[in-house]
């Protein structure tokens, strides 16, 4: 079966500090994994994508996230935080095979203090 | 490039009535997906529609459906809108199957 789980619902951080939103996943095929961005009242931005190219993907603003077949993850960061990337964060996976169904994580907000 | 729309951006409607929401994709995408988000179930994929076929569809009720048009905007419809389809209703558009998603701004449906 195909699932994603975002390990916090919640993280708090103080502006110019590091940011780590935690995604694992389960997929019987070789996942497209992305991380998607939701401002309040916004639709979904794309922040990065992992398609089996490099294992380290770096995307906007900052972010970049890991793709650790061993251990299923693949983890968000971001060296310092800012004000403006307080949000709602989506950990997504497109299984790869016949069906184009995105599956979501149930997100992660993060709020930045400062 | 401008990017996905939908409209309209807010319904209020009643029990028993039907809605039809809008999507246009990114020029030149021809994939056009719909997914529901609410704060109880999150997000879940309605359907998906390419070349005017729908390719995909979610585990929801036949009340909800969706059609393409040759220019690959795309409409969902809900007949018999009830309580729980209150909800923020979004689209996203790709180049081709299994491409990189992009999303709409969403319409947010009220149901009274």
């Known amino acids: 079966a195909q699932s994603v789980t975002q390990l916090d619902s919640h993280v708090s951080v103080s502006e110019g500090t590091p940011v780590l939103l935690r995604c694992n996943y389960s997929?019987?095929?070789?996942?497209?994994l992305f991380w998607y961005v939701q401002h309040p009242n916004k639709g979904l931005q794309l922040l990065l994508k992992?398609?089996?190219?490099?294992?380290l993907v770096k995307g906007i603003n900052g972010f970049e996230a890991e793709f650790k077949k061993s251990e299923t993850s693949f983890h968000l960061t971001k060296p310092s935080a800012h004000m403006s990337d307080a949000a709602e964060y989506f950990c997504?996976?497109?299984?790869?095979?016949?069906?184009?169904?995105?599956?979501f994580g149930k997100g992660t907000t993060l709020s930045v203090s400062s | 490039k401008a990017g996905v729309t939908q409209t309209p951006r807010y319904l209020i409607k009643t029990r028993g009535q039907q809605v039809t929401l809008s999507c246009s994709p990114i020029?030149?995408?021809?994939?056009v997906s719909w997914y529901q988000q609410t704060p109880g179930q999150g997000l879940q994929f309605l359907f998906e529609?390419?070349?005017?076929?729908?390719?995909n569809k979610g585990n929801f009720p036949g009340r909800f459906s969706g059609r393409q048009f040759s220019n690959s905007r795309s409409e969902m419809n809900v007949s018999t809108l009830e309580l729980g389809d209150s909800a923020l209703y979004l689209c996203?558009?790709?180049?081709?199957?299994?491409?990189?998603?992009?999303f709409g701004p969403g319409t947010r449906l009220t149901v009274l």
């Open positions: 996203a558009s790709s180049l081709g199957r299994g491409g990189t998603q992009y």
């Open positions: 997929s019987s095929y070789s996942p497209s």
């Open positions: 992992y398609t089996s190219a490099a294992t």
């Open positions: 997504v996976l497109l299984p790869n095979q016949a069906g184009t169904a995105l599956i």
């Open positions: 020029s030149g995408h021809r994939s």
């Open positions: 529609y390419f070349s005017e076929t729908q390719r």
